[in-house]
């Protein structure tokens, strides 16, 4: 099973956004992640209907942040994602009236439940201004060369 990185992508575009003066188009953070300007469009417009990004469309539009960094949470870009799965693994439903199965499948849910509850708690308590200050830490103890995400 495929992992989906669409929220880690829309941290890295949000970051990037807010260090950057002019807005971003969606062919530019297409280039940046490697992907189709339409699903730029498309996930960023959870973000846009929750109020942390505008588009301005034409010549000199884009997305911009319309919110601090130190507003948003991991988990508000979670929810603007639309609350993708957390986890990859979950009940079976091969044998529905076996016993065993049942027990399996109650054992499961409850862990991945009490799991779920820990990382949406711990999403909500981590602001991407902190990120940010993360990356400004790395980037002033890197030599005096030229940032790049590809290098």
Request: aromatic share 4%; charged share 25%.
């Amino acid at each position: 099973m495929r992992n989906d990185s669409r929220l880690s992508r829309m941290l890295h575009v949000l970051i990037h956004m807010d260090r950057h003066a002019h807005s971003a188009t969606s062919e530019m953070i297409a280039r940046m992640l490697n992907t189709n300007p339409v699903v730029v469009r498309r996930t960023m417009a959870g973000l846009r209907e929750q109020g942390y990004v505008r588009s301005e469309k034409g010549h000199g539009g884009g997305w911009t942040l319309v919110r601090p960094l130190s507003e948003i949470t991991l988990l508000d870009v979670y929810n603007a994602l639309g609350e993708p799965h957390l986890f990859a693994i979950g009940p079976a439903d091969d044998q529905p009236q076996c016993l065993v199965e049942q027990a399996v499948n109650h054992a499961v849910a409850d862990a991945m439940k009490e799991a779920e509850a820990l990382l949406l708690r711990r999403l909500g308590s981590v602001s991407l201004e902190e990120i940010a200050a993360e990356f400004e830490a790395k980037l002033a103890a890197r030599s005096s060369t030229a940032y790049s995400c590809a290098s």
